[in-house]
């Protein structure tokens, strides 16, 4: 069994900063692909940021120079930072990872259980 926990959500002004962090643990053979979504109230599910295996990074256009997405692979961990935050940068955010388990061999996708950041003065 795999499982993915976040930590580091809550409450900050317009214009300061949170990081985001989610570690991976269970039966791992590897952690491939690790990305951050974000879904606001009467909102869809939306892509943040996704990093491989290799830590090349792709980013949303809305968080571009503002969002860092890292990750360590021995530790089995991926974090976003993220600076200059907007009220509309207000959702739940959700860790994402495709893992090849030890049982299956075959990557699947797993997800955290949300955290929630918002934005506010």
């Known amino acids: 069994q795999v499982q993915l926990v976040e930590s580091g959500g809550g409450l900050v002004q317009p214009g300061g900063s949170l990081t985001l962090s989610c570690a991976a643990s269970g039966s791992i053979f590897r952690v491939n692909n690790m990305g951050w979504y974000r879904q606001a109230p009467g909102s869809q599910r939306e892509l943040v940021a996704t990093?491989?295996?290799?830590?090349?990074?792709s980013y949303a256009d809305s968080v571009k120079g503002r969002f860092t997405i890292s990750r360590d692979n021995a530790k089995n961990t991926v974090h976003l930072q993220m600076n200059s935050l907007k009220p509309e940068d207000t959702a739940v955010y959700y860790c994402?990872?495709?893992?090849?388990?030890?049982?299956?061999?075959?990557?699947?996708?797993?997800w955290g259980q949300g955290t929630q950041v918002t934005v506010s003065s």
């Open positions: 994402n990872a495709d893992i090849t388990t030890i049982a299956t061999n075959r990557g699947d996708p797993y």
């Open positions: 990093i491989t295996r290799g830590s090349r990074q």
